[in-house]
């Protein structure tokens, strides 16, 4: 027994020595340590040893089982290394190869228009107020004293929801909303969407607008006139020039449609302006003593000012964007640009 084990340990040691892989060594531990391993099916033939043989052999057996098992240990740790290093050595991140660029959104150059819009009124005391987009027609139309007949109440041009209730087709409508809430003074814009039955290379059936109301004591047309005149020139640069052509709207009283000098020709007439040196920008006017009536607020005591600009107008003159349509189409060549 003495030489068998002797046998076993040097077999044991020998194939240990060959073995690469933990899986071969987990195969060679249950040939050896197994139940019906070597090691055990020796020790099973203790019972036909001699009392005096026994002691002696049993200590040599447990002598080679701990060389034995201090081996595997040995060996076992050195293929777990191994494997973590080829592990490493497979997960390795190159840290000298060129990053890639995450690509970063930007603002959709209307949302910039507006912003820079409401920065320019913000630094002359305006704040900003906003309405619903789904507006009942007396908001719309009634209270800003259009009355029934008047053709911008036609299907033709307005998205009724219900015969009472539609898509509010300016946001003046606002006007009157803020002045129910609110006392004199005030003093506002209201950036928002606006819809209207209008397709073509300057018109989208939704498109956004910014309104602009003053009411105070003494207001003037003139204060009108300064404030558009320093918006125009903060918004399109200083030699912007600027015209106000008599118009009408139901709600101011007297109107105007208001033109700055045409940023590509300067004024001397170009295909942008049609030949005209002119851009029109936006309506603007008295706020019509009706409207405040209609607001609970006294024509006497007060007078003030209104504007509306459409603001893809705006944009499509900062930008020079021939076809305003080319701002809902998601074009991301297009969109990069600003
Ligand atoms: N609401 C008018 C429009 O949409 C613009 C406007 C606003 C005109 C305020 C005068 C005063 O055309």
């Known amino acids: 027994m003495r030489e068998e084990l002797k046998r076993i340990e040097a077999d044991a040691l020998a194939e240990l020595s060959a073995v690469t892989n933990s899986a071969d060594l987990e195969e060679l531990r249950i040939k050896f340590f197994g139940r019906k391993g070597l090691l055990s099916t020796v020790m099973r033939g203790m019972g036909t040893l001699t009392d005096a043989e026994r002691p002696v052999i049993g200590k040599l057996a447990n002598e080679v089982r701990q060389h034995l098992t201090n081996a595997f240990e040995e060996v076992g740790e050195r293929l777990n290394r191994q494997d973590r290093e080829k592990q490493l050595a497979a997960e390795a991140i190159d840290i000298t190869l060129p990053g890639r660029r995450p690509q970063l959104g930007k603002k959709h150059p209307i949302t910039q228009t507006i912003d820079h819009i409401q920065q320019i009124f913000g630094g002359m005391g305006f704040q900003v107020a906003d309405g619903p987009e789904i507006e009942h027609e007396y908001y719309n139309f009634d209270a800003l004293n259009t009355p029934v007949d008047h053709p911008a109440r036609d299907l033709q041009d307005t998205l009724y ?39 073509d290379v300057s018109h989208t059936p939704t498109f956004h607008q910014v309104e602009g109301l003053l009411v105070d004591q003494h207001v003037t047309f003139s204060e009108l006139k300064g404030v558009l005149q320093s918006f125009a020139r903060q918004m399109f640069g200083d030699q912007t020039a600027m015209r106000f052509r008599p118009h009408f709207f139901p709600f101011t009283e007297p109107s105007a449609e208001v033109d700055i000098s045409c940023t590509v020709c300067s004024g001397k007439g170009c295909r942008t302006c049609s030949g005209t040196g002119w851009l029109e920008i936006l309506g603007a006017g008295a706020v019509d003593p009706n409207v405040f009536e209609y607001a609970n607020y006294s024509p006497n005591e007060v007078t003030g000012f209104a504007f509306g600009m459409g603001v893809e107008r705006i944009a499509s003159i900062s930008y020079g964007i021939p076809d305003i349509r080319a701002l809902y189409e998601n074009d991301l060549r297009f969109l990069r640009q600003f």
């Open 161 to 199: 929801i219900t015969d009472e209730v539609l898509l509010r087709t300016h946001t003046s409508p606002v006007q009157v909303r803020f002045m129910e809430k609110h006392k004199p003074p005030i003093r506002i814009i209201v950036p928002g969407k606006a819809y209207r039955l209008d397709y």
